[in-house]
């Protein structure tokens, strides 16, 4: 009998030492031990927080939100710190994370410091706000670009640290003509941004009314640029051979974007 008592005990008190450190880490200190033990029972099952061995951040903070815990209000507008850390792919990765937070609203911010090392790429911002990144928005965000948060931690209210694998990441709205044959595009807003896979040439159709001098960048996976081709003269249509190792395409005006205002179409060759 005492055997078993001391069994439900420890049942109820003990969480994954992992997922443990996570919440405290999301929360801090002080609201993490307020609320210790409607932690213990929000997250009684923690076997459904991990996705291959790591913790699903979308699901883990979509849980404290939805309990009232995540809170990310500050007293009055004032300045955040926060530092982002990928696994790979310095270029590449500051787009999406560039790209990301500008779907979620932050355009201005000042880089305090940005480091590409043997171990990834580091990038420290002040960002001035009403309120921290929500790590929600964040991570799902991210989610849809094959990047996974694996770690969030906050100092506070005023420090935010992610590490981020951006081991298999995709660019933010890239058009895709790997499942397509071919894309309608229309006015574009910036160059547009295609992603291909072993594609041997494309064919660029110019609208009607447009007055398109071409400029096409083409990039390997690592956003790096593989070969800039572009011509003064007007064009209808070009078609034009994509060189090895290409997996995005950037098709822009070389004086204006607004040459493309009536939009193009693009079919593989």
Request: glycine share 2%; aromatic share 10%.
């Amino acid at each position: 009998m005492i055997k078993k008592l001391i069994l439900i005990i420890t049942c109820a008190v003990v969480l994954n030492a992992d997922l443990n450190t996570k919440i405290k880490n999301l929360l801090g200190e002080e609201e993490y031990r307020t609320h210790l033990n409607l932690i213990n029972y929000i997250f009684k099952d923690q076997s459904i927080y991990y996705n291959n061995e790591q913790v699903n951040y979308p699901l883990l903070t979509q849980t404290l939100k939805d309990n009232g815990l995540l809170k990310l209000d500050l007293s009055q507008n004032n300045q955040i710190e926060v530092t982002f850390q990928f696994t790979k792919n310095p270029t590449k990765s500051l787009k999406i994370l560039k790209d990301t937070l500008r779907s979620l609203g932050y355009y201005y911010y000042f880089t305090q410091e940005a480091i590409a090392n043997q171990d990834g790429f580091i990038w420290n911002i002040i960002l001035k706000t009403e309120s921290a990144i929500n790590p929600l928005m964040l991570s799902k965000s991210l989610s849809l670009l094959n990047c996974d948060v694996t770690d969030i931690k906050r100092e506070g209210n005023y420090k935010w640290y992610y590490s981020i694998n951006s081991n298999n990441s995709e660019i933010y709205k890239a058009l895709d003509l790997i499942t397509n044959n071919e894309l309608r595009l229309k006015k574009p807003a910036k160059p547009y941004m295609i992603k291909v896979n072993n594609l041997p040439n494309l064919t660029v159709n110019s609208n009607s009314g447009n007055r398109w001098h071409p400029k096409i960048v083409f990039y390997d996976n690592e956003l790096n640029i593989i070969e800039i081709f572009k011509e003064d003269s007007l064009h209808r249509n070009l078609t034009i051979q994509v060189p090895d190792y290409t997996k995005y395409i950037k098709i822009d005006d070389l004086y204006n974007l607004a040459n493309l205002r009536r939009g193009i179409s693009i079919t593989k060759e």
